[in-house]
């Protein structure tokens, strides 16, 4: 399982679900929104990118975010 929190000054909640859509083949995707944070928790990981889907994914959503503005 992996946990990782996205400041909401930052990070846009649907950028991050678009993500995880395209992903969703290799991992269970859970969203929990707080004050300021959305917290992803990641489970169910494929074997083959355990070590690199964080890395991945946050590369993945600041390189959409960063297209949108």
């Known amino acids: 399982m992996i946990i990782i929190n996205f400041n909401k000054k930052l990070y846009n909640l649907k950028i991050i679900q678009s993500v995880a859509k395209l992903y969703k083949d290799v991992a269970d995707f859970i969203f929990v929104e707080k004050k300021n944070y959305i917290i992803l928790t990641i489970k169910n ?19 959409l975010i960063k297209t949108k503005k």
Request: aromatic residues 10%; hydrophobic residues 35%; contains cysteine.
């Open 45 to 63: 990981i494929n074997k083959e990118v355990k070590d690199v889907i964080k890395d991945e994914f946050c590369n993945y959503v600041l390189s």
